[in-house]
């Protein structure tokens, strides 16, 4: 009985080993249970593909060499750079309208006004919002700031795909000077038009399309000059038709209006521009508004006024019916608001009961 080899503990030995040896072995079959498992899940993981861990294209970062102030297509606080490269002319016209207001003054009658104001009788009112612009009005003020970025534009840099001279857009050839001629407002205007009657495109789309000529410009580091103004002007419009029209237009359908122009020329150009974009096609609502609104501070400057109408009792109706509409789709929005808990973004317009102290 006194033998430590049995069954019974010796005096000296220690009261604890055979407990802290199971304890041990017990910790030793859980790690070999536990790195069993990762293997076979490691086993059975696929092998990462082409396609996945694809970032969505709202968390992409800008580029770091891109700043705040020089990329306004994407920030809605940053000035846009048509608005900004139109100063120059602008500051001129001023002086002259003012001389010019003087002397239309000193010549007109008391009683008669050069402009047309509103008052309580009568109010002028254009046709044009930034959820349903007017078209013509629109196409006019795009084309202007198109006009703006060629004449003061700080380089003649480009890329090949843009270069009308090794991709004409016509059979006719290219003048030899044709990268000395800074293209008229009227010319950039009539290109334009002619796309958007003969497509049908919408005054949203050319909204669209200046705000990704901007983006393109601030990617790719490149100017917009006459050697490239055309192509450049095609890739925006192709790109924002298919971004925002339901019902897009196919390449092959703008070749049939640049009847000299084949598809794969199209196709290319279109990939090229998509690649220097960095496939942001995003145009967040806040961004859309401010080109609008920058765009008709630029028709002011420039007296492209948008053409005002005495609101009528129709207009006012027609006004309201708009409003109306509005308030219910706010009013939906809030409600789904209210039935979504796993955010508080749009937590907007909900109504609060008023609190009763006794």
């Not at 498992?37 to 396609?51: D, F, M, S, T």
């Not at 059979?171 to 010319?187: A, I, S």
């Not at 580091?221 to 019902?247: M, T, Y």
């Amino acid at each position: 009985m006194g033998n430590t080899a049995s069954c019974c503990v010796s005096p000296g030995g220690s009261p604890n080993s055979s407990s802290r040896s199971g304890v041990r072995g017990q910790e030793q079959r859980l790690q070999e249970r536990s790195d069993a498992y990762r293997v076979e899940a490691e086993l059975r993981e696929p092998e990462p593909g082409p396609g996945t861990n694809l970032q969505h294209i709202s968390d992409r970062e800008a580029p770091e060499d891109l700043n705040f102030e020089s990329n306004p297509s994407d920030h809605p606080r940053a000035s846009t750079i048509f608005l900004s490269k139109s100063q120059p002319d602008v500051r001129e016209k001023r002086k002259s309208n003012h001389i010019n207001h003087v002397m239309r003054q000193l010549q007109v009658s008391p009683g008669q006004l050069s402009k047309k104001y509103s008052s309580c009788s009568t109010i002028f009112i254009d046709d044009s919002t930034v959820s349903q612009p007017n078209l013509k009005s629109t196409i006019k003020c795009v084309t202007l700031a198109i006009y703006y970025h060629t004449k003061n534009r700080d380089s003649d840099r480009s890329l090949d795909i843009f270069d009308e001279k090794l991709h004409p857009l016509t059979r006719e050839d290219v003048p030899v000077d044709y990268y000395k001629h800074d293209p008229e407002h009227k010319h950039i205007y009539r290109f334009v038009r002619t796309l958007f009657s003969a497509a049908q495109l919408t005054a949203e789309c050319a909204i669209v399309t200046l705000v990704y000529l901007e983006r393109l410009l601030t990617y790719a580091e490149i100017d917009i000059c006459p050697s490239n103004w055309k192509r450049i002007v095609l890739g925006a419009i192709l790109l924002a038709s298919k971004v925002w029209d339901d019902q897009a237009v196919w390449n092959v359908d703008y070749c049939q209006i640049l009847k000299d122009m084949t598809v794969e020329d199209m196709n290319e150009m279109e990939r090229q521009f998509l690649e220097l974009l960095q496939f942001n096609i995003n145009v967040p609502a806040s961004v859309y508004a401010k080109y609008y609104f920058d765009l008709r501070s630029l028709a002011d400057d420039n007296n492209l006024n948008f053409p005002l109408e005495p609101l009528s009792k129709e207009r006012a109706q027609k006004l309201e019916a708009i409003s109306r509409l509005c308030e219910d789709k706010y009013k939906d929005l809030s409600k789904a608001a209210m039935r979504r808990s796993l955010s508080a973004d749009n937590l907007i317009g909900i109504s609060r009961s008023n609190a009763v102290l006794s």
